[in-house]
């Protein structure tokens, strides 16, 4: 059975960090595009990061960019998303999932993923 699970939310104060988790089991993550997505309350489902297989290629969205670093450990199967300098407006639930393809990836869209996490809340707040 293929799964993902993220881990390491949390309640952060504004400037704090966190690194997000995303473990996979039944699949390699060395074979997949792993996406990182978040959805805060009452918004849409947004794209935040990616990273190809071999983690040569990655994207960011634009309003996590030079805070947020995505890197993959292959050994480990899992996939980390480094938060930094955080802001109220990064509470979310994130998600992590998979695709076979990195054209969804330079688009940071949730269309064409394979497989996908359930989430882990993040909240920023003082």
């Known amino acids: 059975q293929t799964q993902l699970v993220e881990s390491g939310g949390g309640l952060v104060q504004p400037g704090g960090s966190l690194r997000l988790s995303c473990a996979a089991s039944g699949i390699g993550v060395d074979s997949y595009v792993i996406h990182w997505f978040r959805q805060a309350p009452g918004k849409e489902r947004e794209g935040v990061s990616c990273?190809?297989?071999?983690?040569?290629?990655?994207n960011y969205a634009d309003s996590v960019k030079g805070r947020f670093t995505i890197a993959r450990d292959n050994a480990k199967n899992t996939v980390y998303l480094q938060m930094n300098h955080l802001k109220p407006e990064d509470t979310a639930v994130y998600s992590c999932a998979a695709s076979r393809n990195y054209y969804y990836c330079s688009q940071l869209t949730t269309n064409g993923m394979d497989y996908w996490g359930k989430g882990t809340l993040v909240t920023v707040s003082s």
């Open positions: 990273i190809s297989p071999g983690g040569s290629s990655t």
